[in-house]
């Protein structure tokens, strides 16, 4: 669509300005949830490990638990943990992932062009005569979409064009 062709680029750069902060809000408020999220889910895991990591070391000083048995707790803890942490990102990325999917269905399944037909252009068969033509557009608008002046810019034009003429109003 021809943006510039009834004097509306002031209207349409607004439209889309409302719409870019929309989505710029929406994307700012989905960024701060997730670091929200993501930091407490990191805090999580990290107190976690530091609880058993304290724990242990308590329980080493008193001879009730072997280094080497701290050492295999805190891996097993961090096995369990970590996976756990990381199946959140999976579930998140697998939300935009269906997303992208279904786009890209959407192209696979529309119908394939035959092959080998290329749509000609056809050629005017007549005469075009054009009589008493004129046009005026809105010279700008109101934010309720109200049309202010008008500008005439053609006026009572008159054209033969014959069959296989090209014409180019510029």
Not at 30 to 59: C, E, H, N, P, T
Not at 140 to 165: H, V
């Amino acid at each position: 669509r021809v943006v510039r062709a009834f004097n509306r680029q002031h209207f349409e750069i607004e439209k889309f300005a409302r719409c870019n902060d929309d989505y710029r809000e929406c994307e700012f408020h989905m960024m701060k949830i997730m670091a929200y999220f993501w930091s407490m889910s990191d805090f999580i895991a990290f107190s976690q490990l530091g609880i058993v990591l304290v724990g242990g070391a308590f329980r080493v000083q008193s001879h009730h638990l072997s280094l080497g048995d701290l050492f295999a707790f805190v891996t097993y803890v961090s096995m369990v943990i970590w996976p756990i942490k990381h199946l959140g990102r999976v579930l998140v990325d697998s939300g935009m992932s269906r997303v992208a999917l279904g786009r890209i269905n959407y192209i696979l399944t529309q119908p394939e062009e035959p092959d080998g037909v290329i749509p000609g252009i056809a050629s005017a068969t007549g005469a075009l005569r054009i009589r008493q033509l004129s046009f005026d557009y809105a010279a700008g608008q109101t934010e309720n979409d109200q049309l202010t002046t008008s500008t005439q810019s053609l006026q009572d034009i008159n054209l033969d064009i014959k069959a296989g003429e090209t014409l180019a109003i510029a």
